[in-house]
């Protein structure tokens, strides 16, 4: 059938090389870099929809910003759970069967958080969204790595990071055209689950194979090969986590409307998008670990600044420059990343970099939450202001061991 010539068997994967180590260093497989981001945008869009439509709905529900938090941290916990268990599957199964299934399987899973209006039953379902949502990050990020060329890496990761930012603004852009309210929210996420695996589907001709060559480390080893690019990751996460599922609650805490919650949330995003390609050329200049510790640095002035700005015309363009630099700190692992790594350690550094994701999601929504609830609102930038710093502490006494 023509679905076993696109989808060749893993046994004979296996057997080939990467298809990118044939390519000379300086030259660029457009094609399959643009189904790749294609790929991911699309899937960010739904993700980018989700955190801040749960939230508003449990806000609401007049649930507290603890139970908020936790409820949030699900989706992350199913990215620690699933990660250990995708480089053995991405060999097994196929990676590109396996992101089109997940695709899938998230789809399904949004419709029953959208059936089930309830924050408890919304824990186990956001817990496989986490798990269903993980493998197409770790295949998507892992593919475009391997096929990047070192000279023009920096550039291509931060437009990479640039596109699918851009896919996480049109979430909660999307929710100020179909607002907060029952079924349509819900519905164009589903669609743009379902539209993420079609991709797959159709560039699945030009995507590499994932790596076969070289050792093959475990996720846990990993850790100790790179632990603070990992806790870079972690921060990156935490604060994205945090910004989606709790900046809702902390506006309407000091007044504000949803309609501009949702606006300043789509400008930090923007923010992210804007600014990578900057950030990567950057990087290509000076280095990803000093970019990364003046990545640190801003956003923890960002943190410092958001109080007295929130009320301000001023919040827009802080809110924008915070959100680049902020996932700027998880652009410069990336890049990190695929100077560092090669071959399998490749799959298994993205996906440790999945779990220190999830970790960050963890840890940073649940704990902001209740940071929020002990000492208010401003507990949120007080909290990622607090991480930035030791981000930063670290990156400046042992970066050498980045």
Do not use: K
């Not at 023509?2 to 060749?8: E, G, K, M």
């Amino acid at each position: 059938m023509a679905r076993d010539r696109q989808f060749p068997p893993a046994e004979v994967m296996s057997r080939h090389p990467q298809r990118s180590i044939s390519l000379p260093e300086d030259r660029i497989p457009w094609a399959a870099m643009a189904g790749i981001i294609a790929t991911v945008t699309v899937f960010a869009v739904a993700q980018g929809l989700t955190y801040p439509l749960l939230s508003f709905i449990l806000e609401r529900q007049e649930t507290t910003p603890g139970l908020i938090g936790l409820s949030a941290a699900m989706t992350p916990l199913g990215f620690i759970v699933s990660a250990p268990f995708l480089p053995a599957l991405a060999r097994r199964v196929g990676a590109a069967r396996l992101a089109i299934l997940c695709s899938l399987l998230a789809a399904l899973a949004l419709f029953a958080i959208a059936w089930q209006q309830d924050v408890w039953a919304w824990m186990p379902l956001r817990f496989l969204l986490g798990i269903f949502a993980n493998p197409l990050y770790v295949t998507s990020e892992t593919w475009l790595v391997s096929i990047t060329p070192a000279s023009s890496r920096g550039r291509i990761m931060g437009l990479y990071s640039s596109i699918v930012s851009g896919g996480f603004a049109m979430g909660p852009l999307t929710l100020g055209l179909v607002g907060t309210q029952v079924w349509p929210p819900f519905v164009v996420g589903m669609l743009a689950f379902i539209a993420c695996g079609l991709i797959v589907l159709a560039v699945v001709p030009r995507l590499p194979d994932m790596p076969h060559d070289g050792e093959a480390p475990s996720v846990g080893g990993f850790f100790a090969q790179a632990p603070l690019l990992l806790f870079a990751v972690l921060v990156a996460a935490a604060f994205e986590q945090v910004v989606l599922s709790l900046f809702a609650v902390y506006g309407a805490a000091l007044g504000s409307a949803e309609g501009r919650v949702a606006s300043l949330i789509t400008c930090f995003i923007a923010g992210n998008a804007v600014l990578q390609v900057l950030l990567g050329r950057a990087a290509e200049t000076f280095g990803s670990m000093r970019t990364m510790l003046l990545c640190a640095l801003f956003s923890l002035l960002g943190c410092l600044l958001l109080p007295w700005f929130l009320t301000s015309w001023l919040i827009w363009p802080l809110v924008f420059a915070w959100g680049g630099v902020s996932f700027g700190i998880y652009t410069m692992a990336l890049i990190r990343l695929g100077e560092r790594f090669r071959g399998q350690a490749l799959i298994a550094g993205n996906a440790a970099f999945a779990v220190a994701w999830g970790i960050g999601g963890i840890v940073g929504s649940p704990t902001t939450g209740l940071a929020m609830q002990l000492i208010g609102p401003q507990g949120l930038p007080l909290s990622l202001g607090a991480l930035c710093s030791l981000l930063a502490v670290f990156l400046i006494t042992q970066g050498q061991r980045l």
